[in-house]
C-alpha cells in the first residue's frame, strides 16, 4: 500500500509550492516566513466554509476526528481551486508520534489524496524520526528559528488578546500586529532574532502604546486539543465570537504544548525507563526553552500591563494536584493543567475546545473538570465538542450560558 | 414602573407572558410554531396589548437569539429558568427542564451548575415526538398508554435513532405499546441523569420544567421513580410550559420602555439570515417533465386479478416499519401489491391482506409459492407458514437485476434503513448497511414533515422547486434539528427546508454509509429503490449529487417483496403446485397471543417473545441463541468467546491473607486478568472480580459517567468500580498503561487513550474512590525493572519486598503468557474441527474486551447458531504476518488486527468479521485498514458496530447477506 507514494524531491524544493493549514494563524505565519527563507515556499491556507468542511467529509472516514476533517477539506479544496500547479505542489501537516489519533492524519491525508491527486507529495514536519523519506529537512539552523518563531508568535498572539478587547479605536491592535510581524520577519532577515528581551519588549511596548479604555471585562481561557484551541476554522472563530460578547480571550501559548511534549519523553523516562541517547539532549533543550519562557515573561511583567505566561515548572506542580503526568496521549496533563493555571490567574471561566469524541479528551477533558473545580470551587468550565455537523448556534449558545452564570456570580 | 414582557421562543413553541411590575403573573400563553416562530409571535402578540401599552421586553430560548439582532434584551434560557426558579421555588435544589430540541439541568444548592445537553442528545422533547410517531400515537395517547404499563424494557437513551433500533424488534415482537411507552419515557429519564448530571446526583428538591415534563405523565412517573422522589421533593409546577418566559420577564426589570407595535415592527423586520444554500432542484415544470418521462419507463404491467386465471407467486417483505406485498404472476406481472405502515401490527395486516387477495382471486388464481424476507422474515415463515424465506439483500439484488441486467449498484433508502450493495460478477461484492448513528432515512423525513403540521408527501413535493434549498448537516437527526433550527432562525422557507432536507439524507447516504469519494466509484448502472426514493426531490437531489442518471423502479417501495416473489417462482419445483401458505379457511381460524418472559437458559437473561398460534404452533424470539427457542445447543461447542470468558472468570483462586484486591473486570483486564490474578495471588491476597456486566451494572455507576461519549465498555466500568466498592474490598487495583505488550508487529505498542488513562477519570469523578482504595500505578509491562519498583511503591502499605513482588510479577507475566497459548491452542483446535466438519469460520475481530457478553450482545452464540465457528483475533493474529499498511501501525490490539486480516486472507472458509465499539476513534482509522487488507486478498469485510443498544436482528442480516455473498461468490469461481 504505501510502495506509490510520492517522494518529495528536496533537492528540486525550490520549484514547489507546500501547502500548510492554517492551524495557528499566529505562529505559521512566522513558519512559512522563515522556511521560504530555506528555500521552501510554503502558503498558509485560509479556504474556509461549508464547501471545506464537505471536501473534507468526503475523502476522510467520516469518524475521523475532526481537525483531521478540517485539514483535509483545506488541502483539497486548494487543490481543485486550480491555483497551483499540482507537480509542483506539495502538502505539510505537523505529526507528534503520540497514542492519538492525531498521529495518523499523515496517512488519513495520503488516502485522501490517492484517488485524484496522487502525485502530490506530503511532508511530515515533527521531531519524532517518523516518515524518514518525506519530513522536512530539519537543520540546527531551521530549528532554532523554528523555535523562536513560537516564542515571537506567543508574545504577539499574547498581546494581541490583551489589548484587542480595550482598544480605543477599533483596528489599533490588528494594526500594531500587522507592524510586529513585519518587523520580526524583517529580525529573521537580519539574524537579530535571537535578541529575545529586546525584541521582546518592542513588541510588548507596541501593543501597549494603543489608547485604550479599561473597562470591565469577562476573561474567557481557552484550553483543549491543540487544533481547535488555535484554528478559527476548528473553533467557528471562537476568539472572534468571545471578542464579539465582550470578553477577553485568554489563550495560553503554544510553547506550553511544546513543552508538555518534551517532558512527556522526560516522564517516559522516569516512569519506564524508556531513555534513548536523545533524552539527555531534550532535557538540554527544555532548559534552554525554560530560560526563553523566563526572559519573556520578565519583559511582560516589567510592562505591568500585560499577564504573563505560565511558568512552566508551575504548570507541572499544578498538573500534579489534578491529574497523573503520566496522561501524555493528545493535550493530556497539560489541559486541567491549563484549567488551573488559568483559574488561579483568575480567569475563572473557560471554554475547553475538543473534537467530537476525542479520546485522550475524554479523560484530560471533561474527565478532569470535576478534579479541578474541587480545587478551584468558582471556576466555569465548559466542554465545547467541535464537529462537522455541530452549529454554531449550539455551541454559542452554550457559552453564552457560561457567560450569564459568570456575570451572575459577579 | 413597565409591565414586563417575557418572550421565549423555543425549537417547536412560542410561549409569551406578562407580570405587573411586582412579579405577579397577568398572562401567559403557548402555542406551537410550526417553523414559523416569527409570525407565531406576532399572533401572540395581540393579546397582550391588553395587559398595557408598554413593556419591558426580554427574550430566551434557542430560537430566541435571533430576535436579539432586532436589538430585544437576549436573556440565557437557563438563566431565564434560574430566574423564576429564585423567585417561585426559592428552596429547590436542583431543576430539570426538558424542551423541545434540549434538556437542561440546573443544580442549585452545593455549587450553582448549570448544564446543557450537548450536541449528541436524544432525550429531549422531539425525542419523545418522534416515537409517538413510531408507535403511531399522538403523545398524548402515548401519556395515557405508559401508565398501564406492566414490564420496562431497556431502550438506548442517548439517540434517536438508537432508541428506534431498540423499539422496532419489541414491537414486531408484539411488546404491548404500553410497556413500550414507559420503557421510552424511561430512557429520557435515563438520559438527563447519564448525560446531564455526570456525576452529580440529582437529590433534594427537584423542579421539573418544560412542555414534556408538564404534560406528560408518565414521564413525570418515570422521574419520580428513577430519582427516588416523592410528592414533597419532585415539584411540577402549574406554569411549567411557560416558566422561561417569566423567568425572561422578571429578567427584563429595567429594560427601557417599548410598545407593542414597535416591538412588531422590529421583529417584522428582522434581517434575514445568511444560510448556505444549494442550487433548485429543477429549475422549471419542463425540466420535472423529462424527468418524470424518464422515470416512468421503468415499471411492471398490470395483470387484472378480477379475471386472471393460473399461477401465481407471493413475495413478502416484512420490514422494520412497514410491510409490503406483492403477488406476480409467471411473466412477471403484478396481479396484486400492498404497502403499509405496519402501525405495531404488522401480523394481523399481512393476514389481512392474505383474506383480501384470497377473495379478490375468487378461486382462479393457484398461488404455488410464497416467500419472506426482510426484518421479520422468520415469524412471518412460521406465523403463514411459508415456502421460503430470503435474506433482504438477496432479494433487494433479485429485483434490481430485473430492472437492470447490468447494475452495479443498489441503494435501497427505506424508512429505517439505508442499504447499499455493489455486484460484481452477478454477485453481491459488498454490502453497506447504515450504523447505529446514522440515521437520514425515510421517517426521519416523516418526522421533520409532522413536526411541520404537515403530511409527507405534500411537505417533499414543496422542496421541488424550492428556489434556495438550505444546506444542512449530513449527521445524525439531533444535529439535523439544530442545524434546521439554524437554518429557521435565518429565514428560511418551509420549501427550502423540505428540499434541503431531501439532500441531506442523500449525502448522508453517499458520504456516511457509502463513504464514496467520487460519485464514479458507486458504479455505471445504478437502481435506486425503496419507498424513499419513491418522493421525487430525494431521487433527484441524488441524480444531482452523483451526477448520473438513474434507474427508479416505479415500484421502488416493493422491490424487496419484488426479489421475494421472484425468488419463490425460481424455486418452486414444478411439482408443486400449491403453495404451504396457510390456505382460506385456516386463515379465517387464524388468532395468535403474544407473551414476553425472560429465558433462564443462561447468564444473557433475553427477554423472550413467544407468539401462540391458534393452531397450537408457537414462535419464539428476541433470543439471542438457539436455547430459548427450545431447541437443543449445539454440542460441538467451537466458540472461542465463551471459551476466554469462562477461562477468564475462573482465573482468581486461591485465598490470601494479606487482604482483598478487588479487579474491575473490564477494558485492560480481559486482556491482563491472568497476569493481575497471578501477582496478586502470588503476593499473598485474594483477588475478587467485580460483578459480570449487565445493563443494572451500567446503571449503577452511570451517574459517574463524566463524558457520555465515552465507549459503552468505559462506561460499564463505572459500574464495575461500584460494584466493588459495595463488596467491601481492600482496595480496588487498576493500572494505567500508556504502552502495552510490545508483541513486535509494529512501530509502538501503545493502548488507545481511553484503556491507558480511564482510572484517572475514575478517580475523578467517583467520589468513593480515594487514594487508600484506589490504585492505579502507570506502568509499562515491558519494563520488568520499573514495573517492579512502580508496584512495590504502589503498593507500600503492604510492605511488600521487591523480591517478592519480582517474583510475583514473574508469575502474573507466567500465567498471562500460558492463557495466551491457551487461548491459541483453543483457536488451533476450532479452526481443525472447523474444516474437517466443513464449517465456514468466522473470525470475530475486536478488542479483548470484547468477549464481554453485555458488550457484544451474544453475537458469539448468534454466530454459533447460524452454523459458524468463532474464533477471535487474539487467537489467530500469530499465524498472520504483519501486512504492509498505509497508516501508523502504533497500537498492541489494533497490530492484532491487521494480522489476523492477513490471516484470513490465505485461509479459504475463513472470513472476517469486525467489531467497532461506538465511539471508538481509532477504529476509524483501523477499519479502513482491515477493509482492505480483506479485499486485497479477494475476502468481504464485515463490520459490526456494538454500543448499548442490544439489536441482533440487524446483525444477523449483516452476517446472513455475508454468508450469502460468500456462497455466491464461491459457487461463481
Partial sequence: MNEQVPVFPDERREEYTILAPDMLPYHFEFLAYVMRGHGYHIEILHDEGREVIDEGLKHCN?????????????????????????????????????????????????????????????????????????????????????????????????????????????????????????????????????????????????????????????????????????????????????????????????????????????????????????????????????????IMNEVLRAGKRYEPFHEFEHLRSLADKVINQGVKMGEGWLIPAEMAALAESDTENIVCAQPFGCLPNHIAGKGAVRSVKKLFPRVNIVPIDYDPSATKVNQENRIKLMLASARNNH | ??????????????????????????????????????????????????????????????????????????????????????????????????????????????????????????????????????????????????????????????????????????????????????????????????????????????????????????????????????????????????FMAIGAALSAQGQPAMTVDELEERIENLPSGRVAVGKPLFSSQEEYGVFLARHGKSDLQFENIYKYEGDAYLGIDAGSTTTKLLLITPDDKILYSHYQTNKGQPLEIVVNRLREIYSLAGGRVAIRGVCVTGYGEDMFKAALKADFGIVETMAHFKAATHFNPDVDFIIDIGGQDIKCFKVKNGAIDS??????????????????????????????????????????????????????????????????????????????????????????????????????????????????????????????????????????????????????????????????????????????????????FSDGRRFISGNKCERGAGLRKNEKKLDIYSYKYETLLSMPKRKGTRGRVGLPF????????????????????????????????????????????????????????????????????????????????????????????????????????????????????????????ALTRALRKYKLSTGLVRRAWRAGMEKLRSYHEGVVNEGKRILFEAEKAGMPVIVLAGRPYHVDPEINHGIDKLLSSLGLAVLSEDAVFEEGETPEVGVLNQWTYHARLYRAAQFCTRRAGVNLVQLVSFGCGIDAITADEVRSILEGGGKLYTQIKIDEINNLGVVKIRIRSMLAADAERRRKQ
Fill in chain 2, 666 to 789: 473490564q477494558l485492560v483486564m480481559y486482556e491482563q486478568l491472568p497476569l493481575w490474578t497471578g501477582f496478586f495471588e502470588e503476593c499473598g491476597f485474594e483477588v475478587v472480580l467485580s460483578d459480570r456486566s449487565s445493563r443494572e451494572l451500567y446503571f449503577r455507576g452511570q451517574h459517574t459517567v463524566a463524558s457520555d461519549t465515552a465507549c459503552y465498555p468505559a462506561k460499564l466500568l463505572h459500574g464495575h468500580i461500584e460494584s466493588l466498592l459495595d463488596k467491601g474490598v481492600d482496595f480496588i487495583f487498576y493500572p494505567a498503561e500508556s504502552y502495552n505488550l510490545d508483541e513486535g508487529s509494529g512501530t509502538n505498542h501503545y493502548n488507545c487513550p481511553v484503556v491507558a488513562y480511564y482510572p484517572e477519570l475514575l478517580r475523578a469523578n467517583n467520589e468513593r474512590l480515594t487514594e487508600e482504595n484506589f490504585i492505579s500505578p502507570y506502568l509499562d509491562p515491558n519494563n520488568e525493572k520499573y514495573t517492579v519498583r
Fill in chain 2, 431 to 612: 454490502i453497506m448497511l447504515n450504523e447505529a448513528c446514522s440515521s437520514g432515512c425515510g421517517s426521519f423525513i416523516q418526522t421533520f414533515a409532522k413536526a411541520m403540521g404537515m403530511e409527507i408527501e405534500p411537505f417533499a413535493r414543496r422542496g421541488l422547486f424550492a428556489e434556495h434549498p438550505v444546506e444542512l448537516g449530513s449527521r445524525c437527526t439531533v444535529f439535523m434539528n439544530s442545524s434546521v433550527k439554524q437554518a429557521q432562525k435565518d429565514g428560511a422557507s418551509l420549501e427550502d427546508i423540505s428540499a434541503g432536507l431531501s439532500a441531506s439524507i442523500v449525502k448522508n447516504a453517499i458520504y456516511k454509509v457509502i463513504r464514496a469519494r467520487t460519485p464514479d466509484e458507486l458504479g455505471q448502472h445504478i437502481v435506486v429503490q425503496g419507498g424513499t426514493f419513491l418522493n421525487d426531490a430525494v431521487l433527484r437531489s441524488f441524480e444531482l449529487e452523483t451526477g448520473k442518471e438513474v434507474v427508479r423502479p416505479a415500484i421502488a417501495g416493493l422491490m424487496g417483496a419484488f426479489g421475494a416473489a421472484l425468488y419463490a417462482k425460481e424455486n418452486t419445483s414444478p411439482e408443486t403446485l400449491l403453495s404451504t401458505v396457510l390456505t382460506e379457511p385456516e386463515l379465517e381460524r387464524f388468532g395468535y397471543t403474544s407473551r414476553g418472559v425472560t429465558c433462564k437458559g443462561c447468564t444473557a437473561h433475553c427477554n423472550v417473545n413467544i407468539l401462540t
Fill in chain 2, 1 to 242: 414602573m413597565e409591565n414586563l414582557l417575557g418572550i421565549d421562543v423555543g425549537s417547536t413553541t412560542v410561549k409569551v407572558c406578562v407580570l405587573d411590575c411586582a412579579g405577579n403573573i397577568l398572562h401567559t400563553s403557548y402555542t406551537r410554531h410550526f417553523a414559523q416562530p416569527a409570525e407565531c409571535l406576532l399572533r401572540a402578540l395581540q393579546e397582550v396589548r391588553k395587559f398595557g401599552k408598554t413593556f419591558s421586553v426580554a427574550v430566551t430560548g434557542s430560537a430566541g437569539l435571533g430576535l436579539a439582532q432586532a436589538g430585544l434584551f437576549f436573556v440565557q434560557e437557563v438563566q431565564a429558568a434560574f430566574a423564576a426558579v429564585r423567585r417561585h421555588h426559592p428552596f429547590a435544589d436542583a431543576v430539570v427542564e426538558l424542551g423541545g430540541e434540549d434538556a437542561k439541568l440546573i443544580f442549585l444548592t452545593g455549587g450553582v451548575e448549570q448544564r446543557m445537553n450537548g450536541s449528541c442528545a436524544g432525550g429531549t422533547g422531539a425525542f419523545i415526538d418522534q416515537m409517538a410517531t413510531l408507535l403511531d400515537l399522538s403523545v398524548e395517547e402515548m401519556d395515557k398508554l405508559s401508565l398501564e404499563a406492566k414490564t420496562v424494557y431497556p431502550i438506548a437513551s442517548r439517540c434517536g435513532v438508537f432508541a428506534k433500533s431498540d423499539i422496532q424488534p419489541l414491537l414486531n415482537q408484539g411488546a404491548s405499546k404500553a410497556d413500550i411507552a414507559a420503557s421510552i419515557f424511561r430512557a429520557v429519564v435515563d438520559q438527563t441523569v447519564s448525560g446531564l448530571a455526570q456525576g452529580r446526583r440529582i437529590q433534594g428538591q427537584v423542579v421539573f420544567l418544560g412542555g414534556p415534563l408538564y404534560f406528560l405523565k408518565g414521564l413525570r412517573r418515570a422521574f419520580r421513580e428513577v430519582l427516588k422522589l416523592d410528592d414533597e421533593h419532585a415539584i411540577f409546577p402549574p406554569t411549567a410550559p411557560t
Fill in chain 1, 62 to 294: 467520516n469518524d475521523a476526528c475532526f481537525p483531521a476533517l478540517c485539514v483535509i477539506g483545506q488541502y483539497l479544496h486548494a487543490l481543485k481551486s486550480g491555483k497551483y500547479d499540482l507537480d509542483r505542489t506539495a502538502l505539510l501537516i505537523t505529526q507528534t508520534g503520540g497514542g492519538c489519533r492525531a498521529s495518523n492524519y499523515l496517512s488519513l491525508v495520503r488516502k485522501a489524496l490517492m484517488e485524484e491527486f496522487p502525485q502530490v507529495p506530503v511532508l511530515s514536519l515533527n521531531f519524532s524520526s517518523l516518515e524518514k523519506g518525506n519530513s522536512l529537512k530539519l537543520t540546527p539552523s531551521l530549528v532554532l528559528k523554528l523555535a523562536y518563531c513560537v516564542f515571537y508568535g506567543d508574545l504577539i498572539m499574547t498581546c494581541f488578546n490583551q489589548t484587542k478587547p480595550y482598544e480605543k479605536t477599533e483596528g489599533d491592535c490588528a494594526r500594531v500586529r500587522e507592524e510586529c510581524s513585519e518587523k520580526v520577519k524583517k529580525l529573521f532577515d537580519s539574524g537579530a532574532y535571537r535578541k529575545l528581551r529586546k525584541n521582546a519588549r518592542m513588541i510588548a511596548e507596541a501593543f501597549a502604546a494603543v489608547p485604550y479604555d479599561y473597562g470591565h471585562k469577562t476573561k474567557v481561557g481557552i484550553v483543549g486539543e491543540i487544533y481547535v484551541k488555535y484554528s478559527p476554522l476548528g473553533n467557528s472563530r471562537l476568539v472572534d465570537f468571545l471578542l464579539s460578547e465582550g470578553c477577553e480571550p485568554v489563550v495560553p501559548a503554544l510553547l506550553d504544548f511544546v513543552l508538555y511534549c518534551i517532558v512527556n519523553t522526560l516522564n517516559d523516562a522516569k516512569l519506564y525507563g524508556k531513555r534513548s541517547i536523545v533524552t539527555p539532549a531534550y532535557r538540554i533543550v527544555y532548559r534552554w526553552a525554560k530560560r526563553k519562557q523566563r
